[in-house]
Nanobody, 128 residues
Framework: QVRLVESGGGSVQAGGSLRLSCVVS????????WGWFRQVPGKEREGVAY???????KYADAVKGRFTISQDRAKRNVFLQMNSLKPEDTAMYYC??????????????????????WGQGTQVTVSS
């Protein structure tokens, strides 16, 4: 069983920053794709970013240039640095792990990958 635990969410004003962290534990190996997606009540999940084991990254257009995903595979940590936050970034953010390579899908399809594991989420609220 794979377990992911997110932390670091909170409330900030527009233009502010937050850093989300995630710890991955359980059955898992270093070939898995790690990423983040977000969801607003009543809307579909939206892929935010993913990172390959070799460090290659991909971002949704909505966050490109503002968010940075990073990892420490040895410690099984994945991070999301969020800068220049906007009210439209308000959502529950979920850390995700997929045994399939990131490159088999896209940012848009990542949240719906059939073998995806995700955590309980951490709320990010950005006020104007």
């Amino acid at each position: 069983q794979v377990r992911l635990v997110e932390s670091g969410g909170g409330s900030v004003q527009a233009g502010g920053s937050l850093r989300l962290s995630c710890v991955v534990s359980g059955f898992h190996d270093d070939t898995w794709c790690w990423g983040w997606f977000r969801q607003v009540p009543g809307k579909e999940r939206e892929g935010v970013a993913y990172i390959e084991p070799d460090g290659s990254t991909k971002y949704a257009d909505a966050v490109k240039g503002r968010f940075t995903i990073s990892q420490d595979r040895a410690k099984r940590n994945v991070f999301l640095q969020m800068n220049s936050l906007k009210p439209e970034d308000t959502a529950m953010y979920y850390c995700a792990a997929d045994p399939w390579p990131c490159s088999l899908g896209t940012i848009a399809t990542m949240p719906r990958s059939p073998l995806l594991y995700w955590g309980q989420g951490t709320q990010v609220t950005v006020s104007s």
